[in-house]
């Protein structure tokens, strides 16, 4: 059974940084696109990061770009994403996800597996 659990979550001030984290189990994904969404309360789903799987080429949405950084170690199954400079409007559940391709963009149905969240409160 596959599963991806995230972690790092919680509560900072604006300006401060966290580090989210994803560890899959189940399969391995060395080999497949990850990614993050966030869902702030009211609002759809919506992209934040995404990494190949077949290299370390990364990609944005324009309201992170330059503050967050996302990351993979395939010898440990993990993901992760470095968040800096947050501000109020980063608030929101988290999700890691991966896709069964080696590249996948910015689309919610391009994923097949999802972690149950992880919260971030950024404070003004």
């Known amino acids: 059974q596959v599963q991806l659990v995230e972690s790092g979550g919680g509560l900072v001030q604006a300006g401060g940084s966290l580090r989210l984290s994803c560890a899959a189990s189940?399969?391995?994904?060395?080999?497949?696109?990850m990614g993050w969404f966030r869902q702030a309360p009211g609002k759809e789903r919506e992209f934040v990061a995404g990494i190949r799987g077949s290299g370390p080429i990364t990609y944005y949405a324009d309201s992170v770009k330059g503050r967050f950084a996302i990351s993979r170690d395939n010898a440990k199954n993990t993901v992760s994403l470095q968040m800096n400079s947050l501000k109020p409007e980063d608030t929101a559940v988290y999700y890691c996800?991966?896709?069964?391709?080696?590249?996948?963009?910015?689309?919610?149905?391009?994923?097949?597996?999802w972690g149950q969240g992880t919260q971030v409160t950024v404070s003004s």
């Open positions: 996800a991966a896709s069964e391709r080696p590249i996948s963009g910015s689309y919610s149905h391009e994923y097949a597996y």
């Open positions: 189940g399969r391995t994904f060395s080999r497949n696109a």
